[in-house]
């Protein structure tokens, strides 16, 4: 075990450092370059102490040491502004400027272990309070009762395209989202620790309003070549890392491909909606530190999805709509960066990133004639998203009180969408710059009480908007092991492509171009209490007024067809082809309740529950529930871990989530028969509610280690109950009726891992 200490605020090295491996008798001190060694580690788990004069003295748990791989660690320590009476055991900490409520430090070792992941650090999110998924096909997260589409990912600190596999997975029309997908294309080898952000965000972050995920990349061990290679029933998964050629300036490689095969689950039964789906990803990560220049890092990842759905020929054989169909989709992801930090004197650090990122995504649906057996474009849709955005930021260390930080993103974005269907269609580019200023000032005025006080700034050149957002959180520490935080923040977020270029064909132009950003209050409330053994009880209130969100308030007269309840809060892969008018409201408040156990003898659990409501207020003035208005969510993971040899462990763990249903809009059965369609009661938007969803997920692992390599057998089994949950209901246009439409089932999922 092995690493490196340093100031969480300008990441200058901290020499002399004390590092002690608790119920062991090893121990070590870093040197004038912050570095730290232990050699001859147990395999197994462990926690780790750290101390250094002048700085809060934390225990890191949930470290695993197997034979085969080193463990290197990066550890932020942060400067002290008040006295400790002990050791407080915690994730590792975040390098957050700002950052005091709504928090959560996500580590890859979290991701293999908890059940029902995929690897996918979106699928764990949905394991802490306040989050849940959209759909068990799909990784999309619903943040304090928002719609996916309003929350953000990040890479390296940077906002980029959806980084997630078959981006139509899950959704009620088949059609690409904005932020989910079937799976991340980032896999979990190659992820370091990751910040999730779920309201009142600090100023360095803009264009969100429910939640951000910040994923980092960790750095390949620079002494030694390592190498890992799993494979399961979803496909094979293979690392590599190590020093590059010179390493004397402790350059290091990483990286990471992947390569699916879901066919292997069709032959033990496990559909996907009778699809065909395949992807692969290919992600690396290159550090090159220097002596004088700082440090340079070059990343990317790539990824290639698709699937294929195809319709039944025998026509004696259709028992539904969609067996008279084909729909084909495919999928191209990219990005590639660049970052350099370096510090300038004791007190100063300057950091910049560069990145590109560039989505395609098409599918295309086809209608099987019974007549001539030959088949018929119906419908069609395209869509292009490209970012390259640039960031700089200075942290300043004033003294020990007082530390500013001033920065700003310049995002270069490039939108392109064409859809046709018989009802709707949306079609237009658009190019401009997203600019996003920032300045922080984080001040301690007495010992016990931390403030943050900052502006975000948002303008958006296509559509010419711009938003100032102040942001301010304030903590105090009330006594050594609980403390009080709140924080209010103004955030606003751009609108989606489909609403942008949404085409009225009545008017042959594109009316919603020059749409306002849809804008938010946030406010958080929080309360913190951590045990000594290694846990911690949190409490939060959250209160989220939204305005400026688009609606339909023209009259008939002027509108192709009367939707009343439409806002865009609820709009997910959907279109609409109306002139709309930033004149909606909604509103989000609720409860977290929250109790973590961190991994200790063996040990772990997360437990919360959530309490909320989510409410909109459309162009008709008539409040409504949210699409994803469920009410309650109730998630409990728990594990256990029996080292029952020198180099075994066996590990089981198990997690149940609970949600209110969501709702959705009642369909008019006789006029969808008359009609040929479904046709929706508009005027009772999102009035039924969908049966509660409970899921059981079960997971067991067995590790052994060798002295020179280590293995892992695991069982996840999502749904391990069976039970059937609804996903939605939709009008059948062969069956002539209303269908309710279910999750998936019981998912076995088996892998055997192998690192050395």
């Keep these: 075990m092995r690493g490196r200490i ?39 788990r462990h926690q780790l102490e750290i101390s250094s004069i002048g700085f809060e003295t934390q225990v890191i748990s949930e470290i695993l040491v197997e034979s085969g791989k080193e463990v290197v660690l990066e550890i932020r320590l942060q400067e002290a502004t008040k006295q400790l009476g002990e050791a407080i055991v915690k994730a590792p900490s975040n390098n957050l400027t700002g950052s005091l409520t709504s928090i959560h430090s996500i580590t890859t070792e979290q991701i293999f272990r908890y059940p029902g992941t995929y690897l996918d650090p979106a699928r764990l999110a949905s394991a802490y309070a306040g989050v849940a998924n959209s759909n068990d096909q799909a990784n999309g997260m619903i943040i304090r009762g928002n719609s996916p589409n309003s929350m953000q990912w990040r890479l390296e600190g940077v906002e980029i395209v959806n980084p997630n596999h078959l981006s139509n997975a899950g959704t009620f029309s088949d059609r690409i989202t904005q932020n989910s997908g079937g799976v991340n294309i980032l896999s979990a080898q190659l992820l370091g620790n990751m910040n999730f952000l779920t309201g009142a965000f600090p100023a360095e972050y803009g264009n969100a309003l429910s939640g951000v995920m910040d994923m980092r990349l960790r750095k390949g061990n620079n002494q030694r070549h390592e190498f890992t290679a799993q494979a399961g029933l979803i496909g094979i998964d293979l690392a590599a890392e190590g020093p590059l050629s010179n390493s004397k300036k402790n350059g290091s490689y990483l990286v990471n491909y992947r390569y699916s095969f879901t066919g292997l689950l069709g032959l033990l039964g496990v559909t996907f909606g009778g699809e065909d789906i395949t992807f692969q990803d290919l992600s690396f990560n290159i550090s090159l530190p220097s002596k004088k ?50 510090n300038i004197g004791d007190k100063l650090l300057w950091r910049t990133t560069l990145v590109g990122s560039g989505l395609e995504s098409v599918r295309k649906g086809y209608v099987l004639s019974k007549s001539n057996f030959q088949r018929y474009l119906t419908q069609s849709d395209s869509v ?43 079609k237009g580019e658009g190019r401009g710059l997203v600019l996003q200023p920032y300045i922080n000032w984080q001040f301690t005025p007495v010992s016990k009480l931390t403030a943050n006080i900052g502006l975000h700034y948002l303008n958006y050149t296509v559509s010419k908007s711009q938003s100032v957002e102040p942001r301010v959180s304030v903590g105090y520490q009330l006594t050594n092991n609980q403390s009080i935080s709140f924080a209010y923040g103004l955030h606003s977020q751009l609108q989606l492509p489909q609403v942008y270029f949404a085409y009225s064909t009545l008017a042959q132009n594109t009316p919603n171009i020059a749409l306002d950003f849809t ?5 958080v409330l929080s309360h913190q209490y951590f045990f000594k053994r290694g846990s911690y009880f949190k409490t939060e209130l959250y209160y989220q007024k939204i305005f400026n969100v688009p609606v339909i308030t023209a ?40 109790y973590q156990q961190y991994l200790a003898n063996g040990f772990y659990a997360l437990v919360n529950g959530t309490y909320f409501n989510s409410s909109y207020v459309g162009g008709d003035g008539v409040k409504r529930n949210t699409r994803y208005n469920g009410k309650h969510i109730f998630n409990l993971t728990t594990g256990k871990e029996w080292e029952y040899s020198k180099n075994r462990i066996l590990g089981t763990s198990i997690r149940i989530i609970w949600l209110g249903g969501f709702y959705e809009t009642p ?19 999102f009035t039924v509610k969908q049966p509660d969803y409970f899921r059981p997920d079960f997971r067991i692992y067995l590790k052994k280690s060798k002295e020179r390599y280590s293995r892992t057998l695991a069982l996840d089994i999502q749904n391990i109950a069976g039970y059937k949950n609804t996903a939605y209901s939709y009008y059948d246009i062969l069956q002539k009726k209303v269908i309710k439409q279910y999750q998936l089932g019981l998912i076995p999922i088996l892998s055997y891992r192998w690192e050395f």
Excluded: C
């Design 384 to 426: 292009y998203k490209g970012r390259i955005s640039f960031t700089s930021s200075l942290g300043y260390k004033i003294n020990t009180r007082n530390l500013l930080k001033v920065g700003a993103f310049i995002t270069h974005q490039s939108d392109g969408i064409y859809s046709v269907a018989s009802e709707q269609s949306a």
């Design 519 to 523: 804008k938010a209050h946030h406010y």
């Design 667 to 685: 369909i008019d059965e006789q006029a969808s028969q008359q009609a040929g369609r479904a046709i929706y009661k508009v005027t009772e938007a």
């Design 6 to 44: 340093i100031d969480t605020n300008n990441e200058k090295p901290l020499a002399g450092a004390n590092i002690i491996l608790k119920n062991t008798t090893q121990g070590a001190q870093t040197d004038d370059n912050g570095y730290f060694r232990l050699e001859k580690v147990p395999v197994g």
């Design 293 to 342: 220049s700082g440090t340079f890092t070059v990343f990317g990842m790539a990824g290639l999805s698709s699937n294929y759905f195809a319709g039944q020929r025998d026509t004696t054989l259709w028992e539904v709509q969609k067996d008279g169909f084909d729909i084909n989709y495919t999928n191209k992801m990219g990005a590639l960066g660049a970052t350099h930090s370096i």
């Design 555 to 594: 009259s008939p007269l002027v509108t192709q067809k009367v939707e009343p309840g439409f806002s865009t809060l609820n709009l997910v892969e959907g279109f609409i082809d109306e002139p709309l008018q930033n004149k909606g409201t909604g509103q989000n408040y609720g409860i977290e309740i929250t």
